[in-house]
């Protein structure tokens, strides 16, 4: 039999959708991160994000070639920022009640995407470099 892919380890796609909507809550509300998303139409990137997400940890038919580079490039998403989000999502996980083993993959997945989230216009000026991720590391 084959292993439960780590979308059903979660729930399946609807425990996402409640995923992404409790982080947006806790992203919206917190002073450093809520600012980021004055001009973003909240349920569709809510909608985006959750089926990224579900594509991303084995389940639907979204556009996986979505590049987050590409996506984020214009926002200046800060490490920072990202440490933030990340601790929020800890919490809302055990707050959920998420299988604690389930939650440490879906974090890592979600840690392994912070190069292409974090702005690197530091180094402004280059093209986007998606498909190279690692070939311009963030600073520190
Ligand atoms: C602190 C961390 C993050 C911040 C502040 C942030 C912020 C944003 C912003 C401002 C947008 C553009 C929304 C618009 O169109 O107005 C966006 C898009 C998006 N973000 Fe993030 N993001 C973060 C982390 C992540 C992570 C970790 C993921 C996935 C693992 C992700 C997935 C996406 C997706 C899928 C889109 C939409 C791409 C598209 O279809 O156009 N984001 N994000």
């Given at each position: 039999?084959?292993?439960?892919?780590?979308?059903?380890?979660?729930?399946?796609?609807?425990?996402?959708?409640?995923?992404?909507?409790?982080?947006?809550?806790?992203?919206?509300?917190?002073?450093?991160?809520?600012?980021?998303?004055?001009?973003?139409?909240?349920?569709?990137?809510?909608?985006?994000?959750?089926?990224?997400?579900?594509?991303?940890?084995?389940?639907?038919?979204?556009?996986?070639?979505?590049?987050?580079?590409?996506?984020?490039?214009?926002?200046?998403?800060?490490?920072?920022?990202?440490?933030i989000m990340a601790s929020h999502l800890v919490d809302l996980l055990e707050e959920l009640g998420a299988d604690p083993d389930a939650a440490a993959d879906f974090l890592d997945?979600?840690?392994?995407?912070?190069?292409?989230?974090?702005?690197?216009?530091?180094?402004?000026?280059?093209?986007?470099?998606?498909?190279?991720?690692?070939?311009?590391?963030?600073?520190?």
């Amino acid at each position: 039999m084959s292993q439960p892919s780590l979308l059903e380890r979660l729930g399946g796609a609807d425990a996402i959708q409640q995923v992404a909507t409790a982080l947006y809550a806790r992203l919206l509300a917190d002073e450093e991160i809520g600012p980021l998303f004055t001009d973003t139409h909240m349920p569709m990137q809510r909608d985006r994000l959750a089926a990224y997400l579900t594509e991303a940890c084995g389940g639907g038919a979204h556009d996986a070639a979505v590049s987050l580079r590409a996506a984020h490039a214009a926002h200046q998403v800060t490490d920072r920022h990202f440490s933030i989000m990340a601790s929020h999502l800890v919490d809302l996980l055990e707050e959920l009640g998420a299988d604690p083993d389930a939650a440490a993959d879906f974090l890592d997945l979600v840690a392994a995407r912070r190069g292409d989230v974090v702005s690197h216009s530091q180094i402004a000026g280059l093209p986007e470099l998606s498909g190279a991720p690692g070939l311009v590391q963030p600073p520190g």
